[in-house]
């Protein structure tokens, strides 16, 4: 249980995969403009991110691994996280039509977002069981709602800041994602297994 909740916390402050890895930064920008809409995101990636951390581990070891077509690794897991994704997006449209709006063409591209595909190969790659697959993926996903929410919090309080002419909208956006990255750099000091005594 100790190694699961470091795997958890790890995931969402030490190795967050928008300001620590550097993963994931397109929807960030793009849909971080609102509070509401970078909640409504975050939801769906964290949907996305949990469910294919789990098909695309069993993918791996249960068809890819047996049959040696690891090579095709890549195309799976794209493929596994683009139907879920348009699980999400038919799923949003019809509950949430207005979220579905202000999302845009951000949500498709959650297929393409290299933080799903990115958890997706680093539970292979760190070699995880499928408990802690399903975790890592959780984490990774909160720590980028987490992000998001917090930078839409942030951008939100900057349309009242007087802002010179030249730095507002995306160069603004692009500092405070800098800032925000070194102030996440704190956890690295952090001994989480140490702390948790494992």
Known sequence: MRELIVIFLAGVLLNNFILSRFLGICPFIGVSRKIETAVGMGMAVIFVMAVASVITWAAQYYLLVPFRLEYLQTIVFILVIAALVQ???MVILKTSPGLYQALGIYLPLITTNCAVLGVSILNIREGYNIIQTAVNGVAGA??????????AGIRERMDFAPIPAALRGFPIALITAG??????????GFRLAELFGI
């Open 87 to 89: 699980l999400v997006e």
């Open 179 to 188: 800032l925000m990255s070194i102030a996440f750099l704190g956890f690295t």
């Open 142 to 151: 909160t720590g980028f709602t987490l992000a998001i929410v917090l930078f």
